[in-house]
C-alpha cells in the first residue's frame, strides 16, 4: 500500500467513526459488493459512460453524410 493509499484510508476510517453501527454495516455492504464486481466490470461501465459513437462506417463516410445533410436557411440579417 502506498503512502498516499494509508492517508486516504485514514482519513476515510476517521470520518466513519461519528456513524452508527447500521451504517457502518451498510457501508460494509457496498464494499463488499465493490469488491465482488471486480475491476473489469468497472472499467466497462467507465467506458460506457463515455457514450461514445457506435457504427462500422469510416470516418470520412460519417462526415460526408452530415455535411450533406445541413440545411441552411437563406435569409437577410436586417441592421
Keep these: 500500500m502506498t503512502v ?3 492517508y486516504i484510508v485514514e482519513t476515510y476510517s476517521n470520518l466513519f467513526e461519528g456513524l452508527n453501527s447500521i451504517s457502518k454495516i451498510e ?9 465482488k464486481k471486480g475491476r473489469k466490470s468497472r472499467d466497462a461501465e467507465f467506458y460506457k459512460s463515455f457514450g ?3 457504427s462500422e462506417k469510416p470516418a ?4 460526408k453524410e452530415i455535411k450533406e ?3 441552411f436557411k437563406g435569409e437577410e440579417l436586417k441592421l
Design 52 to 54: 461514445a459513437f457506435g
Design 60 to 63: 470520412e463516410e460519417l462526415i
Design 27 to 35: 457501508l460494509l455492504e457496498k464494499l463488499a459488493k465493490s469488491l
Design 69 to 71: 445533410s445541413r440545411k
Design 4 to 6: 498516499a493509499e494509508k
